[in-house]
């Protein structure tokens, strides 16, 4: 992922006001965020810590999507769950179903959509065998490329962020 300016993350969320956009705080290591490791920015605000942002690559530029992420709850370690982005299995608290507000009057009106996510937002390192699940699970072997497997999780991220837009 090319690297960012904060003022170009802030001006690129499609489903918040402007005023939203400035309080979001920055992942606390912004200035060392390993851009060349990651295919799109993702963190959970420092300040509130049930609101998590997405920004991806886009065709016209980056789209920011701010999410809404449940209260933690016990985890079950039996149950595993896999990320729709990166397609990594974890254990139960691995996965988190993010929320997002659509875009627009169908986002004031209470309108969203969902989809379930690395609960650290931390697919890119996944992908590339830089961060591990916490707890081993099988691990399914893939044929794909990691190029492939970039793309992929990219694809996976736009259908969701085309979704907030809709």
Known sequence: MEPLSEKAIRSSFVNCSKGEAVRIRLPRDFAATPWADLDFLGWTDPGAPLRALLVVPG????????????????????????CRVCLTSHASSGVTL?????????????????????????????????RQPKMRLIRHE?????????????TNLRTFTRRVVA
Do not use: H, Q, W
């Open 98 to 130: 993010f929320v997002a507000p659509l875009a627009g009057a169908a986002g004031r009106r209470g309108n969203s959509v969902g989809d379930y996510l690395c609960s650290d937002l931390a697919c890119s390192l996944y992908l590339r065998g830089k």
């Open 142 to 154: 893939e044929t794909l490329t990691l190029d492939e497997r970039i793309e992929r999780a990219l």
């Open 59 to 82: 065709d016209d530029g980056p789209v920011g999507v701010l999410l809404r992420r449940p209260e933690a709850r016990r985890a079950d370690a039996v149950r595993s769950s896999m």
